[in-house]
Structure formats: structure tokens, C-alpha cells
């Protein structure tokens, strides 16, 4: 009975007091296959996907001399997958896309004067809208494309729990056909706002490799962000190294800790650099972190000291987590000392 209980009272360490991470902006870019998602390709020289929306104007007159137009849907982009844990969110929500008026439309005598409205939608429910309407109209009668932006100032939500999903939905409206970009590293189109979806846990120095793990409310794939330079290492003396010059087989990436999100296990990401430098401060040096270009404007990156993480010591992830003290495992100790004693009085 007694070793029931002290194994029912061991406490855990919750993911609340084990990582750190405030709110900061994340963005959430449109993705082939209709789907929404951080994560944004390292290669930068993948192509953007291109659509042409369905035609907004209609000719009503003989020589088209005359135009009406009405709203059409862009369409609809969900992460279906939903969030990992529970989050806080919070504004500005800023909405962009990239476009332009295509070149027949640049052909014909009529300014595109589009407008925009979009609306992002969590579990279904109305989190912000904005809309071009009784605002001015935009042109873009260039060989590249323009990006749009619309800033509302707050969501209509502050939180939302695991598992609930995001989506943003478009409609557009303009005298002349147009044409979106979306899902490459400069043409970002997508939605940006405030969120405490990403936490940092430990550090971790050995010899001349230094690294550190986190979690994320929506799964990417980290070697995306990793071979775009997206997450990188600062030297103390603010050189940022290049991951694509990095020793053969870093920056590592593996499996990190699981964090207790209420009941939840949850998996983090481990990322390790090895520093050519052996004068190198390790215990000084920085993390930069994002998922998306560093030169957009969309969310800037997160800047996090190693000294401001928990330090592992040395040695890989697999072998700390078997180093790592059991949680409670004192309290545990003497209890079941204080036990065996007592049964060792009752025999003699």
C-alpha cells in the first residue's frame, strides 16, 4: 500500500514549468493541396504555385465597353491537422497575398481596382475578418507580383485548444482577371498573428557542438527551416553561421524530450551545430529561430539565448534522458526506506 501511493504522489514536470516562450508572431502560409501551415520551403528556388481565380467580371454592354463584377471565392486553406497543445493568441492579424493582374487583363483598356476580403476561421468559429470594402481599390499591372496586405487589430478568440483547426477563406472582386502566388519562400501569401505556439526547452553543449530543443503547436518539418537558414546558430561576436557550410551530417536534427501538456506527451525537436571555432564561447552563443523567410515582414525571428535555456551537460539526447533523475524519485527512496525498516522491526 505504501509503495502504491508513493508511486500514485511522484510529481511531474509539466511543459509550464519546463519550457520557455511568450507570444510572438507566427505565420501561417497557404500551401499546395489547399493547406495551411508554418512551415515554408527551404529551397528557394521552388517555384510558386500559381491559380487563376474564376472570372469576377461580366461585359454588359456590345464591345465590352461595359463591366460589372461581383464577389468570386479564391478559396479555402485548413490545417486539418489541428494544434498539438493548447495556445494563446492575440493580434495585430495581418492577411497578405501575392498577385497580379494577368497579361491579358494588362491588354485589355480596363484597371483591375481589385479588392479583398478575407476571413480566418478557428474550430469554425469567426477569429478575424478585414475587407477592402468602402477602402480603396489596388492595381498591380507588373510583370512580378504585388503583395496585398490587410492589418486588423485583435481576433475575436484568445486561446484555442488541442486540436483545433485553422483556416483562412478569400474572395476577391475586380474589373479584370487576375492570378495569386502562393507557397515559395518569397511569395508568402497567407495570414500572420500573436501566439505562444512555439516553446523552447533545454540547451545542450558537448565538446564543440551546442544545440537546443522545442516544441511546436503545428507539426513542420524542421529540416525545411533548417536548409533555408531559418534556424541558426549566433557566435558571440554576432556571426551567424551558415547552415549549408556546416561539418558533414550538422545541424543535427532529432527527436528531443517529451513535455506533459496536460496529460498530453508531446515530442520535441532537437537542433545541433557543430562550431569550427574551438575558442568559441558555446555558453554565449544564440539561437535564431523562425519558419519562414528572415526577410519577411510577416514574423520576425525569435532570438533565444543559450544561457537563458535549462543546460543539459554533455552527451546525445537518448543518453541525458537516461541520466536525467526520475521526478520524485527521492521522495520515492525514502518512503520505501522508511517502509522496509518498519517491516524489518515487525520480524524481530
Known amino acids: 500500500m505504501f509503495v502504491a501511493m508513493a508511486i500514485f504522489f511522484i510529481p511531474t514536470s509539466t511543459a509550464d514549468e519546463a519550457l520557455i516562450g511568450g507570444m510572438e508572431h507566427i505565420h501561417l502560409n497557404m500551401k499546395e493541396a489547399n493547406d495551411l501551415s508554418p512551415e515554408t520551403w527551404g529551397d528557394n528556388t521552388k517555384e510558386a504555385i500559381k ?14 465597353s461595359t463591366r460589372t463584377r461581383e464577389w468570386k471565392d479564391v478559396g479555402t486553406w485548413t490545417a486539418t491537422d489541428g494544434i498539438n497543445f493548447d495556445i494563446g493568441l492575440g493580434g495585430p492579424v495581418k492577411f497578405n497575398i501575392w498577385w497580379r493582374e494577368t497579361d491579358q487583363g494588362q491588354d485589355d483598356s480596363y484597371d483591375a481596382q481589385v479588392q479583398y476580403r478575407f476571413r480566418l476561421n478557428i474550430d469554425g468559429q469567426d477569429a478575424a475578418y478585414y ?22 487589430g485583435n481576433l475575436n478568440i484568445t486561446s484555442a485548444e488541442k486540436g483545433a483547426t485553422f483556416d483562412i477563406e ?3 472582386w475586380a474589373f479584370s482577371d487576375i492570378e495569386i502566388y502562393y507557397d515559395n519562400v518569397t511569395f508568402d501569401s497567407g495570414v500572420a498573428f500573436s501566439s505562444n505556439a512555439i ?14 530543443d522545442f516544441v511546436q503547436a503545428w507539426d513542420t518539418k524542421v529540416e525545411e527551416a533548417v536548409s533555408g537558414n531559418y534556424i541558426s546558430l549566433i557566435l558571440p561576436g554576432g556571426e551567424e553561421l551558415n547552415n549549408l557550410e556546416q561539418k558533414s551530417g550538422y ?32 555558453d554565449q552563443v544564440s539561437f ?11 514574423a520576425p525571428p525569435i532570438i533565444v539565448k543559450v544561457g537563458d535555456l535549462p543546460s543539459l551537460g554533455s552527451g546525445s539526447s537518448e543518453d541525458d534522458s537516461m541520466g536525467l533523475p526520475i521526478p520524485g524519485f527521492e521522495i520515492l527512496a525514502s518512503i520505501l526506506t522508511i517502509f522496509i525498516v518498519s517491516l524489518k522491526r515487525r520480524e524481530l
Not at 491559380?51 to 465590352?64: A, G, K, L, Q, V
Not at 516553446?199 to 537546443?212: A, H, L, P, Y
Not at 525537436?269 to 568559441?280: C, H, I, L
Open 170 to 172: 478569400i474572395e476577391y
Open 251 to 282: 545541424p543535427k536534427v532529432e527527436d528531443g524530450y517529451g513535455y506533459d501538456f496536460n496529460g498530453t506527451d508531446v515530442m520535441s525537436t532537437m537542433v545541433t551545430w557543430y562550431v569550427d571555432d574551438e575558442y568559441a564561447k558555446l
Open 131 to 152: 475587407s477592402d470594402e468602402g477602402g480603396g481599390s489596388h492595381e498591380c499591372a507588373e510583370s512580378e507580383p504585388c503583395e496585398w496586405t490587410g492589418d486588423v
Open 51 to 64: 491559380e487563376n481565380p474564376p472570372r469576377s467580371w461580366t461585359s454588359t454592354t456590345p464591345f465590352d
Open 288 to 298: 535564431s529561430f523562425s519558419l519562414l523567410n528572415k526577410e519577411s515582414t510577416q
Open 199 to 212: 516553446k523552447f526547452g533545454k540547451s545542450k553543449i558537448d565538446g564543440r557542438t551546442v544545440g537546443f
